[in-house]
């Protein structure tokens, strides 16, 4: 049973445009949640997160935005750049066990030029 | 930031031989370390959690004597793959973090192939 869910297993989006990837989360008990980036044959790379008591976090281009009654949170980019190209998992900590990770499936975002 | 060393990046082994894949932190010492698996288009699966001077924890159907876990100091984990199986041949990533909300630092990852 999948309890981070990321229903697009892809994404195109124009070149300076803005890209949504969305994540949903069975959990309510999850206190934090996070955004990882990842090229191939690389280890994932620390995006951004969002503590559960926020609704809102922003650093730089990218925000991620957090609806606790939804359990939905999803990641803006904008503009987007080649570079963001990459597959973004979204993960989250459950609660009383803050050494485990539990990441979603993953959505592989493709910049168009 | 924090650095996370992995090594072997890529590796080929024979089916039966035992293979060990090594995680530093490079500029932080990590009492954790956390050691993953993914399948291709599949997300990142938790192992184990390393944990520095005592027993790895497993994570459920994952088989301690197959996957050997040793952290023997605040800097190194150690993951080997005993008796590699063709079923074993994945994308192994370590992990470790420095505080609870800084994030947790990745290494590059290792490819096993087992032939």
């Known amino acids: 049973d999948q309890q981070v869910k990321q229903n697009s297993p892809s994404l195109s989006v124009q070149e300076g445009r803005i890209s949504i990837l969305n994540c949903d989360y069975t959990n309510s008990m999850f206190d934090y949640f996070l955004w990882y980036k990842k090229y191939p044959a690389e280890g994932p790379t620390f995006l951004i997160s969002i503590s559960s008591i926020k609704d809102k976090n922003e650093d730089g281009r990218f925000t991620v935005f957090l609806n606790k009654s939804a359990k939905h949170l999803s990641l803006h980019i904008v503009p987007s750049q080649p570079g963001d190209s990459a597959v973004y998992f979204c993960a989250a900590t459950p609660p009383n066990r803050d050494d485990k990770i539990i990441f979603g499936k993953g959505t592989r975002l493709h910049i168009l030029p | 930031g924090a650095v996370v060393s992995q090594h072997p990046s890529r590796v080929i082994c024979k089916s039966g031989t035992s293979v060990k894949i090594e995680c530093r932190s490079l500029d932080f010492q990590a009492t954790t370390m956390f050691w993953y698996r993914q399948f291709p288009k599949q997300s990142l699966m938790l192992m184990a959690t390393?944990?520095?001077?005592?027993?790895?924890?497993?994570e459920q159907g994952v088989e301690k004597d197959k996957f050997l876990i040793n952290h023997a100091s605040l800097t190194l984990s150690t993951l080997t793959v005993t008796s590699a199986h063709p079923e074993d041949s994945s994308f192994y990533i370590c992990s470790a973090r420095e505080g609870r909300y800084y994030g947790y630092t990745f290494g590059s990852g290792t490819r096993l192939t087992v032939v």
């Open positions: 390393s944990n520095e001077g005592s027993k790895a924890t497993y």
